[in-house]
């Protein structure tokens, strides 16, 4: 399984930006997958997490209300739609992919990681 994620951009704070990932194979659409995040001498953090179906969805603190997190099966596509955008958003944002029906929230329960996408949000 191969990812591809795309979509990021240098945005003011309070907007929007919305970022894809595009899995490579018809068994994507069968597991779970995230959004992580890393900013510059931090860990990588989660982001959002949905299940396989895309009926059961989990935020971070941070996040929530802002994010929203989709998935489109039949285009083995999952995204992550970003609202008032902050500065302590600005991070470079991975999908990952866990062989799980269920959504995970820690980094090493996920099993394949896309390239990552850079969100920078100006004050």
């Known amino acids: 399984v191969q990812l591809q994620a795309s979509g990021g951009g240098l945005v003011q704070a309070g907007g929007s930006l919305r970022l894809s990932c595009a899995a490579s194979?018809?068994?994507?659409?069968?597991?779970?997958m995230g959004w992580f995040r890393q900013a510059p001498g931090k860990e990588r953090e989660f982001v959002s997490a949905?299940?396989?179906?895309?009926?059961?969805?989990y935020y971070a603190d941070s996040v929530k209300g802002r994010f929203t997190i989709s998935r489109e099966n039949a285009k083995y596509t999952v995204y992550l739609q970003m609202n008032s955008l902050k500065p302590e958003d600005t991070a470079v944002y991975y999908c990952?992919?866990?062989?799980?029906?269920?959504?995970?929230?820690?980094?090493?329960?996920?099993?394949?990681w896309g390239q990552g996408t850079q969100v920078t949000v100006s004050s």
């Open positions: 990952g992919l866990s062989r799980n029906y269920a959504y995970r929230l820690n980094t090493y329960e996920y099993d394949y």
């Open positions: 194979g018809r068994t994507a659409s069968s597991y779970a």
């Open positions: 949905i299940n396989w179906s895309g009926e059961n969805t």
